[in-house]
């Protein structure tokens, strides 16, 4: 009977930390009730997420979900092609690539958001770009406001 008891209050300690794990994986507003934080763009943009990791799917997925227009590339050539169609605003990639992005862009009047993996490779990219993201500290909405800063200036 000893082992029962036990064998319950395991199971019972393991579901109550499950459901003090869960409080806090959504966002909330105040004075409205439970609900999830869904960020829009209010500018739409043609965006082109260049990278191979599931990182930039993610982020690729994030910014669709947010309203923008997005083409996710993985290889250089298709890069390269997809600028020269034309018709996107802005370019997201490792800022280790931005060679490749600059000679592929060259033409075109596409904006490059370069990600930074760390805060000395962000140092560096801030000597040559405005704005640089880093991988592991920007989260969705700081991507959506440094788009949103891009398409303004596009449009004046």
């Not at 209010?42 to 990791?53: A, F």
């Not at 931005?98 to 000597?127: C, G, T, W």
């Amino acid at each position: 009977m000893d082992i029962r008891v036990k064998i319950i209050a395991a199971l019972l300690a393991t579901l109550a930390s499950s459901q003090v794990l869960a409080c806090g994986d959504s966002l909330y507003r105040v004075g409205q009730g439970v609900s999830y934080r869904v960020y829009t763009a209010p500018l739409p943009g043609n965006v082109l997420v260049y990278g191979h990791s599931e990182g930039a799917q993610e982020l690729a997925e994030a910014l669709a979900m947010a309203g923008h227009g997005v083409r996710l590339v993985d290889n250089q050539l298709e890069l390269s092609a997809v600028l020269a169609g034309g018709g996107y605003d802005v370019v997201i990639a490792p800022y280790r690539d931005h060679e490749a992005v600059e000679v592929s862009k060259a033409s075109s009047k596409v904006d490059f958001l370069p990600v930074a993996v760390n805060a000395s490779e962000r140092e560096i990219a801030s000597q040559s770009y405005a704005k640089v993201m880093v991988a592991d500290r920007d989260e969705i909405k700081h991507y959506l406001r440094a788009i949103h800063e891009s398409l303004r200036r596009s449009e004046i």
